[in-house]
T-cell receptor, first 116, second 111 residues
Framework: EAGVAQSPRYKIIEKRQSVAFWCNPI?????LYWYQQILGQGPKLLIQ????????DSQLPKDRFSAERLKGVDSTLKIQPAKLEDSAVYLCASSLVGSRKSYEQYFGPGTRLTVT | AQSVTQPDIHITVSEGASLELRCNYSYGATPYLFWYVQSPGQGLQLLLKYFSGDTLVQGIKGFEAEFKRSQSSFNLRKPSVHWSDAAEYFCAVGADNDMRFGAGTRLTVKP
């Protein structure tokens, strides 16, 4: 079974530029998550989708971050414009739907973003 | 909302020695509890999970964890550490459709 795929793996941009990350979840996983992991910290949820609807985006900085999950499969996370403090690893995860299954999350390798 | 504390930022153990990583949580009821491992440049991999029932849970790679309600803890253990266990370990707490991760404990294994 293929895991969660993410691209690119690394990205270096200057502040005020824009960047986009792509995620393809495990086949059949209706729930998709984007996390931000700053160096030395645990992952922090940015947004959660179930199929193509947003379940939770309370911690997404909506003035600069946006995400979409068209057709309920692949997802894209965008930052525009980027700030220095956005330097982090952006992790995508997916899970099945269910009271317990939704907590068993499978993570992709992440995209390491450096903003200079 | 729930919260997680991993008191140890960095632990060093010798290969073959036993390991215990600490995790404490704060939540009004019993949440779901998880341990993940992250190798350099990789995503997180689920080691084990606790939902209910037996408080001693077995996971992959020879790891186990024990839920202690009275101490609000879910410590991870391994009887004999291998050099390949060197990684970052995250405890996570799930409740109310929300997952919170600790800051992680970095494990170094000495030859």
């Amino acid at each position: 079974e293929a895991g969660v795929a993410q691209s690119p793996r690394y990205k270096i941009i200057e502040k005020r530029q824009s960047v986009a990350f792509w995620c393809n979840p495990i086949s059949g996983h209706a729930t998709l998550y984007w996390y931000q992991q700053i160096l030395g910290q645990g992952p922090k949820l940015l947004i959660q989708f179930q199929n193509n609807g947003v379940v939770d985006d309370s911690q997404l900085p909506k003035d600069r971050f946006s995400a979409e999950r068209l057709k309920g499969v692949d997802s894209t996370l965008k930052i525009q414009p980027a700030k220095l403090e956005d330097s982090a690893v952006y992790l995508c995860a997916s899970s099945l739907v269910g009271s317990r299954k939704s907590y068993e999350q499978y993570f992709g390798p992440g995209t390491r973003l450096t903003v200079t | 909302a729930q919260s997680v504390t991993q008191p140890d930022i960095h632990i060093t153990v010798s290969e073959g020695a036993s390991l215990e990583l600490r995790c404490n949580y704060s939540y009004g009821a019993t949440p779901y509890l998880f341990w993940y491992v992250q190798s350099p440049g990789q995503g997180l991999q689920l080691l084990l999970k606790y939902f209910s029932g037996d408080t001693l849970v077995q996971g992959i790679k020879g790891f186990e964890a024990e839920f202690k309600r009275s101490q609000s803890s879910f410590n991870l253990r391994k009887p004999s550490v291998h050099w390949s266990d060197a990684a970052e370990y995250f405890c996570a707490v799930g409740a109310d459709n929300d997952m919170r991760f600790g800051a992680g404990t970095r494990l170094t294994v000495k030859p």
